[in-house]
């Protein structure tokens, strides 16, 4: 067995260990942390309390954070801003959109015409990877990822989300803070 | 209304005294009025030492810990009560149903009998003066040992066996380091009672902490071994033993022993106030409050400085567990028998000098040590100087004399383990890499 030399530990060495320098260090940082627990207010900076109290209070997701869709609507005639266009479900890498257009029949200038206009929206939550293409890629400002976090459902076809979850958002139990 | 509260008792035992005769209440109904409260207020208190072990472990984690139930989550501990007491009592298969039925009581009440002879306070905050109560505590709180034996052997689990195992190897070999630390305290105390060392400490307004640094020392690394706890927790080494000697319990039988667990804690740091902090004994208490006539303020601020000092020592206990990792058994057992007991040793013979140095001393050239001999050993202010300049020197005697039993200890040779990186599988003989051409990064 090869013995590898270690050099012999010097005089301020010696002195630390026999003194519990260590030991006594480990204290004070535990103590440091226990005391900054109910003084400290800062977290990040200080020694205060990281964690929060979570459904009670909302933590705060980072600004560029993509979340929950949502599909945008206009805030005067609440009529979607969506001209199903499908660029949304083209620029989906994972292609978890399905816009589902239909036609109708308007009078423009007199003349009977028919237009596209969107039926049904289908996002599925479950194979989305939140990259936020769609938003790009959208023409009206309409698909949108918002901060919500809370996606967890009892079953798959939970993760579904139709046009309806999409522009009223899913019902989440809100505590009070 | 402080006025009535401070009369309470006296108003309490006049009307007891029409109804019973003097006797039935000095040496009955008080006692049970006493034995009472001592049983509940120490139930609280174990209660509430979860609460805040839980609390100080989350604020030296930087997290909140319970918040949901009450206030700071304050009812806490009265909802796990309650949730244990519903729970299934489980009694696993083939186990010995009797021996692990009453193992937890065994338990229980060996960590709360103690409470019986621990000086509280002064006059009515004792339950009973025992001329022998250092024996009995160490006597009756030796039983938890078999408590634990009994659990482990009862539930027929493997775990709960090793667990008891190693805790009752642990428990008996540091109950000899903790019998001979607490010989160099009575030594200046000259008695057994708990109240004669609370007293001999009050007549000397000096707490034994300062003659007996190393004494202190000892016995509350041993109590903290004694009582399985973090960093000697090996018997209840999740990640060996799943809960040791408890894996079989569930529900009340379970809480429990959870129960007997904070009793013995707080028995201990009890035990540890009285023989080096003074017990109830505070500075300037007696002469602001007993000397001016009011008797039940000076027990009660005495009562409360001797909880405050309690308090003290089981915050040492929380802060220690949740500062060092578990120790290894062999260092374990090199601790206990390399290290503290020869310290306990050396701090009797040390204390013993000390004594005879300063009965030598008194009385040589004009020199005065020793006051009087009635109320322990009563120093005067030079023996007092004495004494506690050889505790203080006992701490590097002690290191000294420590390192040189444990030099050449081949388990504990910490120098030899350092120097030496054992690369383990590579074949015996010549070495793959010559030593010196070896190059470490520092």
């Known amino acids: ?177 | 209304m402080t006025e009535f509260a401070l009369a309470a008792p006296t108003i309490v035992d006049n009307l007891l005294l029409k109804f019973f005769s003097e006797q039935t209440v000095n040496y009955v109904i008080w006692p049970f009025i006493q034995i009472g409260a001592v049983v509940t207020i120490t139930a609280l208190w174990v209660a509430y030492a979860t609460y805040l072990e839980r609390k100080i472990s989350a604020f030296i984690q930087a997290r909140l810990g319970p918040m949901r139930v009450g206030p700071w989550g304050l009812l806490q501990p009265i909802a796990d009560g309650l949730k244990l007491l519903v729970k299934e009592d489980f009694i696993p298969e083939n186990a010995d149903r009797w021996i692990f039925f009453v193992a937890p009581y065994i338990a229980v009440v060996a960590a709360f009998v103690v409470m019986a002879v621990v000086p509280f306070g002064p006059d009515w905050a004792v339950i009973t003066d025992v001329n022998i109560g250092v024996l009995f505590v160490l006597a009756v709180s030796s039983v938890g040992v078999l408590a634990l034996i009994l659990a482990g052997w009862s539930s027929n689990s493997k775990y709960a066996l090793l667990g008891a195992l190693r805790s009752s190897a642990q428990m008996v070999s540091y109950e000899v380091s903790m019998g001979l630390a607490i010989i160099g305290a009575l030594m200046f105390a000259r008695t057994l009672s708990l109240s004669g060392i609370v007293s001999a400490q009050a007549s000397d307004s000096i707490w034994f902490l300062l003659y007996q640094p190393i004494g202190l020392v000892i016995f509350m690394i041993s109590g903290i071994a004694e009582n399985n706890r973090a960093p000697f927790d090996l018997p209840e080494a999740e990640s060996e033993l799943v809960a040791g000697f408890h894996t079989e319990y569930s529900g009340f039988r379970w809480s429990l022993f959870f129960m007997a667990e904070y009793a013995a804690m707080v028995v201990v740091t009890a035990v540890a106030t009285t023989l080096y902090l003074g017990g109830w004994y505070f500075p300037f208490v007696y002469r602001l409050t007993e000397a001016r006539g009011h008797h039940t303020a000076y027990v009660v601020v005495s009562l409360i400085a001797f909880l405050a000092k309690a308090g003290l020592l089981l915050y040492l206990y929380f802060w220690l567990r949740w500062t060092l990792p578990r120790f290894r058994y062999d260092q374990l057992m090199d601790l206990g028998w390399k290290w503290m007991l020869p310290a306990a040793l050396i701090n009797i013979v040390v204390s013993a000098l000390a004594v005879t140095i300063l009965q030598g001393l008194n009385g040589f050239g004009g020199m005065r040590t020793i006051e009087s001999t009635t109320n322990g050993l009563n120093l005067t202010a030079t023996g007092k100087g004495i004494a506690i300049a050889i505790g203080i020197a006992n701490l590097f005697i002690s290191a000294g004399v420590l390192s040189l039993i444990n030099w050449r200890s081949r388990d504990f040779n910490l120098k030899k383990q350092r120097r030496q990186i054992r690369l383990v599988d590579l074949p015996k003989g010549k070495p793959a890499i010559a030593p010196d051409q070896l190059k470490i990064a520092n």
């Open chain 1, 1 to 177: 067995m090869p013995i590898v030399p270690v050099p012999n530990p010097t005089f301020a060495q010696k002195l630390k260990r026999f003194f519990m320098v260590d030991l006594l260090k480990g204290l004070a940082v535990t103590l440091g942390f226990n005391i900054g627990a109910l003084t400290d207010r800062d977290a990040v900076a200080g020694k205060g309390i990281y964690t929060e109290q979570y459904p009670r209070v909302r933590p705060d997701v980072a600004p560029r954070f993509h979340g929950a869709p949502r599909l945008n609507m206009d805030p005067d005639t609440h009529e979607t801003l969506c001209i199903a266009c499908n660029l949304c479900a083209l620029a989906c890498p994972e292609d978890c959109i399905d816009v589902i257009p239909m036609d109708v029949e308007v009078v423009v200038a007199g003349k009977p015409r028919r237009k596209k206009v969107l039926d049904e929206f289908i996002f599925d939550t479950s194979r989305c990877m939140f990259c936020a293409l769609c938003q790009e890629a959208c023409p009206t400002y309409c698909l949108e990822l918002t901060q919500d976090f809370e996606l967890a459902t009892y079953s798959r076809a939970g993760f579904v989300w139709n046009r309806e979850m999409l522009e009223q958002g899913r019902e989440t139990v809100k505590y009070e803070a």
